[in-house]
C-alpha cells in the first residue's frame, strides 16, 4: 500500500495496438506506470472501459482513492478538439467521426478528463521533463510508423481551428508526385521520413542495386526494417547511405520552413526511427543549416527526445495539471 501525502495525475497514451497508463506526481515523475492492449473491436466501444477498469484495478492494488486524483489526461491518434474533447476522425481505433471520448472517459471513470492529440502530449512531455529542458518554444517531431507533430509556442501548445496544428508528416516534402500517403495526398513528408518511408525507399533502391550488405540482408529474410538500413549504412553500405542523404535532405528542409515561420528555441525529435542517433541527425541539421534563414540557425537546437515511450504519459499528465 502506497502512503500518498500529494495528489496525483493520471497520464494515459492511447495507441492502436497498446495503451500506456502512469500514476505521475504533481512534478512530472512517474509514480507507477503500466500499458494494456487497446481493444479496437466493435467499432471501439471497450476502450474506455477497458481504461477505467484498468485504473480501478490498479488504484485497488495500490491502496489509492479516487479523491487522491486531480485529473486525467490523454493523448489519442489523429485531431482533437481540445475544449470539448471530441476526437475528429482516427484510422486505426474503429471510432466514428466526431468521437465524444472525453464525455465517454468521464462517465466511465468518474474522473475531470481532457484529450489532445498523442504527438501533443509527446511534445509536453519533452518541453516539461526531457529534451526540451523547460524551452518555451519547441517544436518535437515523432518519427515512427508515420511522422507526428507538436507544436509549442510561449509554453503552450499550438491547437489551431480545427485541432490540426502541427501536422507536420503532411507537410508536401515531394511536391511533384511523390509517393501515397495514408491522409489521401501525394509527397507527404511521413511517405519519406517515417520508419515506413525509409522501408520503401530501401526496397525501391533495391529494385536497381543488388549488391551490399542490405541486399543481402533483403535477399536472405525477404523483407527489411528501418533499423537494418541505419545499421547497414554504419558498415558503409551504399544504398543504405543513399536513402539516409535522402531523407536527411527532405526532414532537414522542412525543419528549416517550420524553423523559420516559428523560430524555436528547440527542435526535438522523437519515436522509433530518432533511435538511429547521428547517423540520422547529423545530416538533419547539415541540410538543416542550408534551408534555415541564418538568425534562425544560430538560435535553433535540433536533439533527440529523452524520455522514448514515456513522453506521451508525461505529457497527458501535464494537460491534466495545467487545464
Same mark, same amino acid.
Given at each position: 500500500?502506497? /502512503?500518498?501525502?500529494?495528489? $496525483?495525475?493520471?497520464?494515459?497514451?492511447? =495507441?492502436?495496438?497498446?495503451?500506456? %497508463?502512469?500514476?505521475?506526481?504533481?512534478? +512530472?515523475?512517474?509514480?507507477?506506470?503500466?500499458?494494456?492492449?487497446?481493444? !479496437?473491436?466493435?467499432?471501439?466501444? !471497450?476502450?474506455? /472501459?477497458?481504461?477505467?477498469?484498468?485504473?480501478?484495478?490498479?488504484?485497488? @492494488?495500490? =491502496?489509492?482513492?479516487?479523491? *487522491?486524483?486531480?485529473?486525467? #489526461?490523454?493523448?489519442?491518434?489523429?485531431?482533437?478538439?481540445?475544449?470539448? #474533447?471530441?476526437?475528429?476522425?482516427?484510422?486505426? %481505433?474503429? $471510432?466514428?467521426?466526431?468521437?465524444?471520448?472525453?464525455?465517454?472517459?468521464?462517465?466511465?471513470?468518474?474522473?475531470?478528463?481532457?484529450?489532445?492529440?498523442?504527438?501533443?502530449?509527446?511534445?509536453? +512531455?519533452?518541453? $516539461?521533463k526531457g529534451a526540451g529542458n523547460g524551452a518555451k518554444d519547441l517544436v518535437c517531431v515523432t518519427l515512427g510508423t508515420g511522422v507526428g507533430g507538436g507544436v509549442i509556442a510561449n509554453g503552450d501548445i499550438? *491547437? #489551431?481551428?480545427s485541432g490540426a496544428a502541427g501536422e507536420i508528416g503532411h507537410i508536401t516534402s515531394v511536391p511533384a508526385g511523390g509517393a501515397q500517403c495514408n491522409c489521401g495526398k501525394t509527397g507527404c513528408l511521413e511517405?519519406?521520413?517515417?520508419?515506413?518511408? /525509409?522501408?520503401? *525507399?530501401? &526496397?525501391?533502391?533495391? *529494385?536497381?542495386?543488388?549488391?551490399? @550488405?542490405?541486399?543481402?540482408?533483403?535477399?536472405?529474410?525477404?523483407?527489411?526494417?528501418?533499423?537494418?538500413?541505419?545499421?547497414?549504412?554504419? =558498415?558503409?553500405?551504399?544504398?543504405?547511405?543513399?536513402?539516409?542523404?535522402?531523407?536527411?535532405?527532405?526532414?532537414?528542409?522542412?525543419?528549416?520552413?517550420?524553423?523559420?515561420?516559428?523560430?524555436?528555441?528547440?527542435?526535438?525529435? =522523437?519515436?522509433?526511427?530518432?533511435?538511429?542517433?547521428?547517423?540520422?541527425?547529423?545530416?538533419?541539421? @547539415?541540410?538543416?543549416?542550408?534551408?534555415?534563414?541564418?538568425? &534562425?540557425? @544560430?538560435?535553433?537546437? /535540433?536533439?533527440?527526445?529523452?524520455?522514448?515511450?514515456?513522453?506521451?504519459?508525461?505529457?497527458?499528465? $501535464?494537460?491534466?495539471?495545467?487545464?
Amino acid at each position: 500500500m502506497i /502512503i500518498l501525502a500529494e495528489k $496525483w495525475l493520471i497520464g494515459v497514451d492511447l =495507441g492502436g495496438t497498446t495503451t500506456k %497508463l502512469a500514476f505521475i506526481n504533481y512534478y +512530472g515523475e512517474i509514480i507507477h506506470k503500466w500499458e494494456i492492449p487497446t481493444d !479496437n473491436s466493435e467499432e471501439g466501444k !471497450n476502450i474506455t /472501459i477497458n481504461i477505467a477498469k484498468a485504473i480501478d484495478t490498479k488504484m485497488e @492494488e495500490l =491502496g489509492l482513492s479516487k479523491d *487522491q486524483i486531480i485529473g486525467l #489526461g490523454m493523448g489519442a491518434p489523429g485531431p482533437v478538439n481540445l475544449s470539448t #474533447g471530441v476526437v475528429y476522425n482516427t484510422v486505426n %481505433l474503429g $471510432w466514428k467521426d466526431n468521437y465524444p471520448l472525453k464525455d465517454l472517459l468521464e462517465v466511465e471513470t468518474s474522473l475531470p478528463v481532457i484529450i489532445d492529440n498523442d504527438a501533443n502530449c509527446a511534445a509536453l +512531455g519533452e518541453m $516539461w521533463k526531457g529534451a526540451g529542458n523547460g524551452a518555451k518554444d519547441l517544436v518535437c517531431v515523432t518519427l515512427g510508423t508515420g511522422v507526428g507533430g507538436g507544436v509549442i509556442a510561449n509554453g503552450d501548445i499550438v *491547437q #489551431g481551428v480545427s485541432g490540426a496544428a502541427g501536422e507536420i508528416g503532411h507537410i508536401t516534402s515531394v511536391p511533384a508526385g511523390g509517393a501515397q500517403c495514408n491522409c489521401g495526398k501525394t509527397g507527404c513528408l511521413e511517405t519519406i521520413a517515417s520508419a515506413t518511408g /525509409i522501408v520503401r *525507399q530501401a &526496397v525501391e533502391k533495391l *529494385q536497381m542495386v543488388n549488391t551490399g @550488405e542490405l541486399a543481402a540482408f533483403y535477399k536472405e529474410k525477404g523483407h527489411i526494417t528501418a533499423k537494418d538500413v541505419f545499421d547497414t549504412a554504419r =558498415g558503409g553500405d551504399a544504398a543504405s547511405l543513399s536513402v539516409i542523404s535522402e531523407t536527411a535532405f527532405h526532414l532537414g528542409l522542412a525543419l528549416a520552413n517550420i524553423a523559420n515561420t516559428l523560430n524555436p528555441e528547440k527542435i526535438v525529435l =522523437g519515436g522509433g526511427v530518432s533511435k538511429a542517433g547521428d547517423i540520422l541527425l547529423k545530416p538533419v541539421i @547539415e541540410n538543416f543549416g542550408k534551408f534555415a534563414f541564418p538568425r &534562425v540557425k @544560430e538560435s535553433t537546437v /535540433i536533439d533527440i527526445a529523452t524520455l522514448g515511450n514515456d513522453a506521451g504519459v508525461i505529457g497527458a499528465a $501535464w494537460l491534466a495539471k495545467n487545464k
